[in-house]
T-cell receptor
Framework: GQNIDQPTEMTATEGAIVQINCTYQ??????LFWYQQHAGEAPTFLSY??LDGLEEKGRFSSFLSRSKGYSYLLLKELQMKDSASYLC??????????WGAGTKLIIKP | NAGVTQTPKFRVLKTGQSMTLLCAQD?????MYWYRQDPGMGLRLIHY???????AKGEVPDGYNVSRLKKQNFLLGLESAAPSQTSVYFC?????????????FGEGSRLTVL
């Protein structure tokens, strides 16, 4: 079967760096997505990884290791507006998205 | 600049009532999806469509029906609402169903079934 795990909640300080981990188990893999969702709002796309390695996009970076079934989202220079839930989603062999429950990130001043 | 629009945003139903959620997208996307989001769980796919006139079941289709008569619209129907269908419903669309197809979501519809 398929399974995605990510921490339920994390807390970090404004200006700091935080890493949100996502581990998965799957028989087929067509990429891993990260989405951001502010409370009461729709998810919005952050990143997509299909090959191993780090993808950098401004303050946000996403890393993938297919052999380990592991990804992380790295947020640098944290701002209060980064307080949100971060959703990890796996695209399986049928191109269906399997979603993690999300990690609620709380930023403190 | 509309993107994906869902109506209504909020609705309260009594058990057994029926209703339809409307999703409209103006990006000429082929793929459209209906998800539900519940506390402590990931988004779960209810039904999806790969083009006008087509629909397919997702992970949790029971109790729901859908129609895609026009490319830009995807309707989600509840024939006889149950309290277990209390949830936030998100519509999404994508240009491609393949791995490069990022999803664009509507703002969500919060449904409460009493």
């Amino acid at each position: 079967g398929q399974n995605i795990d990510q921490p339920t909640e994390m807390t970090a300080t404004e200006g700091a760096i935080v890493q949100i981990n996502c581990t998965y188990q799957t028989s087929g893999f067509n990429g891993l997505f990260w989405y951001q969702q502010h409370a009461g709002e729709a998810p919005t796309f952050l990143s997509y990884n299909v090959l191993d390695g780090l993808e950098e996009k401004g303050r946000f970076s996403s890393f993938l290791s297919r052999s380990k079934g592991y990804s992380y989202l790295l947020l640098k220079e944290l701002q209060m507006k980064d307080s949100a839930s971060y959703l990890c989603a796996l695209m399986d062999s049928n191109y269906q998205l399997i979603w993690g429950a999300g990690t609620k990130l709380i930023i403190k001043p | 600049n509309a993107g994906v629009t869902q109506t209504p945003k909020f609705r309260v139903l009594k058990t057994g009532q029926s209703m339809t959620l409307l999703c409209a997208q103006d990006m000429n996307h082929e793929y459209m999806y209906w998800y539900r989001q519940d506390p402590g769980m990931g988004l779960r796919l209810i039904h999806y469509s790969v083009g006008e006139g087509t629909t397919a079941k997702g992970e949790v289709p029971d109790g729901y029906n859908v129609s895609r008569l026009k490319k830009q619209n995807f309707l989600l129907g509840l024939e006889s609402a149950a309290p277990s269908q209390t949830s936030v419903y998100f519509c999404a669309s994508s240009y491609s169903g393949r791995a490069t197809g990022e999803l664009f979501f509507g703002e969500g519809s919060r449904l409460t079934v009493l």
